[in-house]
């Protein structure tokens, strides 16, 4: 295995309006908007508005590297739960505290991204924004363990989706 390759990454953009406090459900019916850096021309951006979704790279921005947690234990540690590695989670635990969501694009206006169907916050470094290719996604069944839908259940919700 190779050593540990260091690499410095600058943030492209920032989320500037959405959810404001990082949630474990009740991450739907929110609009957000990423706003790209005024360094980089509009013209980066000219054709993204023909997708319908995004690939984002952003970083736990609120996360300490003393949350990483290099050890099995339960998902949101419920009992009910099979006990399953850190990379198994997708959570602020990891040890580079970054995630890839898949947000739904709504229009680009200048330097700004509107979407729907994210679950970064407001102050969230993103570190790479690209269209959504099918064709690059995952090829083949897609299985995951039912704890997984059981866990996610309400995660897309709405806040008033909570009764």
């Known amino acids: 295995m190779t050593e540990s390759v260091r690499i410095e990454i600058q943030a492209v953009a920032e989320v500037v309006a959405g959810h404001t406090e990082p949630a474990d459900d009740f991450q739907g019916g929110v609009q957000s908007i990423i706003r790209m850096r005024e360094t980089f021309p509009l013209e980066t951006l000219q054709g993204l508005q023909a997708f319908s979704h995004l690939e984002v790279l952003w970083h736990f921005h609120r996360a300490s590297p003393a949350d990483v947690a290099l050890h099995a234990r339960s998902p949101r540690n419920n009992p009910d739960w099979p006990v399953t590695g850190t990379f198994v989670h997708r959570n602020h635990r990891r040890p580079n505290q970054l995630a890839v969501s898949h947000p739904r694009l709504v229009r680009v206006d200048g330097r700004n991204l ?3 169907d994210f679950d970064a916050v407001v102050g969230t470094p993103i570190f790479d924004v690209s269209p959504y290719f099918p064709v690059m996604g995952p090829r083949g ?3 995951v363990p039912d704890w997984v839908n ?3 259940v309400r995660y897309w919700a ?4 909570r009764l």
Request: hydrophobic fraction near 45%; proline fraction near 0%.
């Open 158 to 161: 709405a806040s008033e989706d």
């Open 114 to 116: 509107y979407v729907t």
């Open 141 to 143: 069944e897609v299985v």
């Open 150 to 152: 059981e866990m996610l």
